[in-house]
């Protein structure tokens, strides 16, 4: 039977999953609008070029020069990860592109000119039939900096190579027509990622950890790049390897090693953030250290402090071995900084020789927001109460300050089917978050911005992946898919006033389940962008001309949902956490499917009582902030023998007080229902006893653990409850 069920439970998934992923009604947000080619909806080719193609991956970085913005882009990203053994579904790519040079774009910023292709290497580096090659597979970070020499500023690209590394120049006042990037600095191995200004410098990292500075970056000579050689002529090396020595050596033989993943400037320091390869099986989690110059010293020689690693005022990765990168960005004179899940190594846990789905989705990692001070202070402001190592104190919990757990995903707890063939008492966590990283913050009209990166895509291939060689996993895979986790397919965009209450902005990729990240965003004083990760479809970019002074959100308003239910007549109303979600969210009860009788009191007849559960359609931005549950028509003698309404777990009943009211000789019966519980299960009796065990004859040693197969919260650790209380305070506080 039970196995039947699972297979029940796959074959309705498959339905669901198979439709789209994340089918969700339209959703694109007031005073966003897509630029380019914006009469290719969702499934149809963008990236960028005029008509569309496909094969120009992710909006892969920006910078705003001259009146235009530019966007760099790469080629068939999903085939390049699989070609160095990343997991990849052949399904969602398109067949690779004989032409692998890498595209800049760029746009008028007030709209007034179409895109245009700003530079494509040419004559190719290699040619062989219709194979065309150049140097750069794409372009991964752009800098606005004047040179010393020059009289406007420069955009400065940095690439990630085929050949070698290196950084092109962008001038004020570029024609693509005539003019071509100059390049200014150039590296015989490594790939770029990270670029800064500081102190009137240009900074650029490398993969191998090297850092160089130069304040009047020029022309270097043309290399053979078959066979490159180093040109640093203008840059002074700040750091190499051995300044960091809390970064593992073995990582330089992965090819995804990203080293220096991403760097800033503020209160005097230069912070380089450093990032551990995707997929691999020793991680630590980032690192963070800050360095400046030692005084007087000649030639230039640069001091680093460790901030975040081994030796660090704070542990790797804050805790998360899978935090394996980090982005940083200013805002209201700190810096915020997003995670990056090292997602691939966290998928491995599934495909050993026996997985275990429980380790699995207890070592989730999804993605945090910290912030830090001039003191070095880091708080968490996004993200699920865990410890971290704190110089001084040691293991010390940290708690979230904001209005969401980590990947912005509100955990709540829940019963799990025992169908689904698990016994999930070792589940230390109920957030089920799809989004693996902040990928990108950006600061407009006074407002912090971030943007995810949504694996929801990712998930269900791996569960179709699991139909086949587990379908026990498969079941829970799919169980959470569709009936735990809410949020569509498409990146996340989330906004945030005060640094501490975040407003969702979008949470399906601007209505296309195929825009699974937000790459890259750019701001300038009248409007900002948005470029996504879309490597099925092509990338695309989106524009936010802003509203002037923000006006309040409305008042949040309860929607309500009636309807019948074994007998019984109920109205269930739902509170949104934002106003702007009114009347997004719906509810009804649905038949339990769980073995009620395992639940109750000497496995007593549950036909003695009314069980169901809730279900809530939720299609809201920010989530729910209270339900509330009247049951109507009821009688005199279940006003007289019914005083509370029950729930469970699995461990145990609890009350909570009904409250009656009378009108035209018909009773009604309330109650507020808390949301950390509109996952149990739900009963009511004229036979209370049934519930509570008091005319049972129940002992202290009487085993009322019941679970039926669901999620035996009384087993659960000290970690669980640290996770429920924040949550279970600040859905009161909204409330």
């Known amino acids: 039977m039970k196995q039947t069920r699972i297979w029940f439970l796959i074959t309705v998934i498959l339905f669901l999953v198979g439709t789209a992923p994340g089918i969700v009604t339209a959703q694109i947000p007031d005073g966003w609008e897509k630029i380019s080619n914006p009469s290719n909806g969702s499934m149809e080719p963008d990236g960028l070029e005029q008509g569309g193609d496909v094969h120009n991956s992710y909006a892969w970085c920006q910078g705003i020069l001259d009146g235009y913005v530019y966007v760099g882009s790469n080629r068939d990203m999903l085939s390049a990860l699989s070609m160095i053994g990343m997991p990849t579904d052949p399904s969602m790519m398109p067949t690779p592109s004989p032409d692998m040079r890498a595209r800049i774009f760029r746009y008028k910023l007030d709209g007034s000119e179409p895109w245009e292709l700003a530079f494509m290497e040419d004559p190719p580096v290699v040619v062989s039939g219709d194979e065309k090659i150049g140097n750069d597979f794409g372009y991964r970070g752009m800098e606005v900096f004047k040179a010393a020499s020059d009289d406007a500023p420069a955009l400065y690209v940095v690439n990630y190579p085929i050949f070698y590394p290196r950084v092109l120049k962008i001038a004020t006042g570029y024609d693509p027509s005539s003019d071509e ?154 810096v915020y900084v997003g995670t990056f899940t090292n997602h691939p190594s ?12 429980i380790d699995f989705l207890n070592s989730a990692a999804p993605p945090q927001i910290y912030r830090f001070d001039t003191n070095d202070d880091w708080e968490m402001v996004i993200g699920d109460p865990h410890t971290v190592y704190v110089e001084g104190l040691g293991n010390q919990l940290i708690l979230p300050m904001g209005n969401y757990s980590g990947g912005f995903y509100h955990p709540l707890p829940v019963i799990f089917p025992p169908y689904l063939g698990i016994d999930f008492s070792g589940l230390k966590t109920f957030n089920f978050s799809f989004n693996s990283y902040i990928w990108r913050l950006g600061v407009f009209e006074g407002k912090l911005y971030c943007t995810t990166f949504d694996q929801r895509a990712g998930m269900e291939r791996v569960f179709d992946f699991m139909l086949s060689e587990n379908p026990v996993i498969a079941g829970v895979l799919g169980y959470i898919i569709q009936v735990l986790n809410h949020n569509p397919g498409g990146f996340d965009m989330y906004m945030t006033r005060d640094g501490i209450t975040w407003e969702g902005v979008t949470k399906n990729g ?56 074994n007998g019984l007549n109920y109205q269930i109303s739902v509170l949104p956490c934002s106003g702007i979600d009114n009347g997004s969210i719906q509810g009804r009860i649905v038949v339990p499917d769980l073995d009620i009788s395992s639940f109750l009191w000497n496995n007593v007849d549950p036909d003695q009582g009314v069980f169901f559960q809730f279900e809530l359609m939720d299609n809201s931005l920010n989530g729910i902030c209270g339900v509330h549950l009247c049951l109507n028509g009821m009688s005199e003698t279940e006003r007289w023998n019914i005083s509370n309404l029950w729930l469970t777990f699995g461990d145990g009943w609890q009350s909570l007080p009904l409250e009656w009211s009378q009108s035209e000789g018909k009773w009604s019966a309330c109650v507020e229902i808390p949301v950390d519980n509109v996952n149990a299960l739900f009963g009511l009796s004229t036979q209370e006893e049934i519930f509570s065990g008091s005319e049972e004859g129940a002992t202290d040693d009487q085993d009322n653990s019941g679970g039926g197969g669901g999620c035996n919260v009384s087993g659960l650790s000290s970690a669980v409850i640290l996770l429920l209380l924040p949550v279970a305070i600040l859905f009161r506080k909204l409330f």
Not at 251 to 280: H, K, Q, R
Not at 346 to 357: A, Q, T, V, Y
Not at 534 to 554: E, H, K, T, V
Not at 556 to 563: A, V
Request: overall charge negative; aromatic content about 14%.
């Open 346 to 357: 966290w998928m491995l846990k599934l495909f050993g020789e026996e997985p275990d789905i």
């Open 181 to 334: 990037p100059v390049e200014v600095l150039r590296f015989q191995q490594g790939s770029l990622r990270s670029t800064a200004v500081h102190e009137g410098r240009l900074f650029i990292g490398n993969a191998n950890l090297d850092i160089w500075a130069s304040h009047n970056p020029q022309e270097v000579p043309s290399c053979n790049p078959l066979i490159p050689d180093d040109a640093t002529e203008g840059w002074v090396k700040v750091a190499d390897s051995s300044d960091f020595p809390g970064y593992n050596p073995d990582y330089f033989n992965n090819p995804t090693v990203p080293g220096v993943w991403d760097m800033i400037s503020f209160n005097g320091f230069l912070y380089a953030f450093l990032g551990e390869p995707m997929g691999a099986p020793d991680t630590i989690g980032f690192l963070v250290y800050k360095g400046r110059p030692v005084p007087c010293s000649e030639p230039e020689e640069w001091e680093w402090e460790e901030i975040v690693g081994p030796a660090g005022k704070f542990g790797p990765g804050m805790g998360y071995s899978l935090n394996f990168g980090a982005t940083p960005c200013i805002f209201q004179d700190q």
């Open 510 to 565: 601007f209505d296309d389940p195929f825009n699974y990240g937000g790459r890259s965003i750019s701001t300038f004083d009248e409007g900002m962008f948005v470029g996504t990760s879309n490597p099925s479809f092509g990338c695309q970019m989106w524009a936010y001309s802003g509203q002037g002074a923000p006006l309040p959100p409305p008042i949040p308003e309860m929607s309500s949902t009636s309807g019948f239910y």
